[in-house]
């Protein structure tokens, strides 16, 4: 009986073996699918991101080129190889994991002038048409496909193109992106090129720090203010301002400007020094000051005029008279520059005498208006000279019978005998000349009659 019931166990194990077998056979293909399904959409999420790398370098490269490809011939093309080339896709980035390569047409909007691109994949291996919407759904912006018509289809039927308008000709199987003009042409990237119409493409709306690298060969630098910490230089032009401006020192408050077309102006009326040599046609001001000689190399005009004898001030100062002579400022009086002492008489042919001098006839004269006068005749009066002649002072010489006679003083006229040659002694002086008293009172030589003038200042 033990036996009996030991077959019937071995029966049901037989039938779960079974059952279990019919499941897995039944799972397997689904499981397989499964994986499949999974695998496939790994490959389309890295077909995705290898046609967002290059839709990428696309639009910058069409960024940086925007003016060179409005103004060229469109429609226009390039691939991946030709971006590789020119820096902006990496080596390895020309064919995707299908085994696709790219190349993007270029148009220009009839209606609005701005650039539209189009990128295709082409060659490879067809993506399934299921595996082409995965991929268009992952793509950033306006990702897409080619159909079996060879229309570019968007992801979800978003959108609609024709290659042959961008001058490409794509196939079936494969994958598409549209770029507008927004996506071409608005970007945070300042253009390096002017765009027709677009002046704000090439605008900063923030300052550039060049953290302390060089900008070379620039044309001209237009703006408002500019400030640098070293020198500014100038290889062969001129340092130009406009305006009521020009060059100022703000630590000191000086510098130079111009306000009409004439002078140069020191700001703020700062002196000029230096230890050179200033030239010029012709130098006009208020005072000129010389610390050292001051000379000229022709003549020294003096255009005001003084009158000797006025009083000035300060002593020392050079001036000259409406007939041209010149005058010299002592104590305080316009003094002229002849060679005759103050005092000195002097021969005069007339019976004025000229500027500055006095007639010698006995008056009295002022000290305070002719004070170096006063020192000569310290009595503020001067002899009276007037049919008279002036005789050398003895001074102890003893030709002078007046052994006391002193300066100044007046010595009438005495008369003297004199040989006359006219008569003879008679008798036993006969012969002999004799001496007699002349009749007159006053002996004189030949003589001229002058005024006696005197220099009074």
């Known amino acids: 009986m033990k036996k009996f019931r030991h077959d019937d166990d071995k029966g049901f194990i037989l039938l ?6 019919i499941v897995i056979g039944i799972a397997t293909p689904l499981i397989y699918s499964e994986i499949e399904n999974w695998l496939n959409e790994q490959l389309y999420q890295s077909a995705a991101s290898h046609a967002d790398a290059y839709n990428t370098a696309a639009r910058n490269y069409i960024a940086d080129n925007n003016a060179t490809l409005h103004n ?6 390039f691939t991946a190889d030709d971006l590789i080339r020119k820096g902006y896709l990496k080596q390895g980035f020309n064919h995707s994991p ?56 968007g992801a979800f039927g978003a ?42 493409l090439n605008q900063m709306h923030t300052a550039i720090n060049m953290g302390g690298n060089d900008i070379n060969n620039a044309g001209n630098l237009n703006g408002q203010k500019a400030t640098v910490k070293g020198d500014i230089t100038s290889e062969d032009g001129w340092f130009i301002t406009r305006n009521n401006k020009g060059w100022m020192n703000t630590t000191h408050g000086g510098g130079f400007t111009m306000t009409d077309s004439e002078w140069i102006r020191a700001v703020n009326n700062k002196g000029i020094t230096t230890e050179g040599e200033l ?34 001030s300060p002593n020392g100062l050079v001036g000259r008279d409406s007939t041209g002579a010149i005058l010299s400022c002592q104590s305080g009086v316009w003094v002229g520059f002849e060679s005759y002492p103050v ?8 019976a004025t005498p000229p500027q500055g001098y006095l007639l010698m006839n006995g008056q009295s004269f002022s000290c305070s208006r002719y004070p170096q006068l006063a020192r000569a005749y310290p009595g503020c009066k001067l002899p009276d000279l007037r049919g008279v002649f002036i005789r050398g002072w003895d001074n102890g010489k003893g030709l002078d019978g007046d052994r006391n006679r002193q300066l100044l003083s007046y010595q009438a006229d005495q008369s003297g005998v004199y040989h006359e040659r006219g008569g003879w002694l008679k008798g036993h002086h006969s012969g002999m ?7 007159t009172t006053e002996m004189r030589p030949k003589n001229i009659a002058f005024n006696y003038i005197v220099k009074a200042s």
């Open 159 to 200: 959108w609609t193109d024709k290659p042959g308008d961008y001058g490409l000709t794509c196939s079936a199987g494969h994958i598409a992106v549209v770029m507008t003009g927004d996506d071409l042409q608005e970007s945070d990237r300042l253009y390096r090129f002017q765009v027709p119409e677009r002046p704000e």
């Open 98 to 153: 299908f085994g696709q390569s790219y190349i993007t047409g270029i148009r220009r909007n009839q209606t609005t002038g701005r650039l539209e691109a189009l990128t295709c994949s082409t060659g490879g291996q067809n993506i399934k048409e299921d595996g082409l919407r995965s991929v268009a759904g992952q793509l950033p912006g306006l990702g897409g496909y080619i159909g079996k018509n060879g229309t570019a289809t």
């Open 279 to 312: 030239k010029g046609g012709k130098v006009s001001g208020g005072t000129v000051r010389s610390d050292g000689r001051l000379s000229t190399g022709e003549y020294l005009q003096l255009e005001k005029t003084a009158t000797a004898g006025a009083s000035c």
């Open 72 to 77: 060229g011939s469109l429609p226009a093309n």
């Open 16 to 21: 779960e073996i079974l059952a279990g077998l």
């Open 343 to 350: 005092g000195s008489p002097i021969p005069w042919p007339s």
């Open 433 to 439: 000349p004799y001496w007699a008293q002349g009749s």
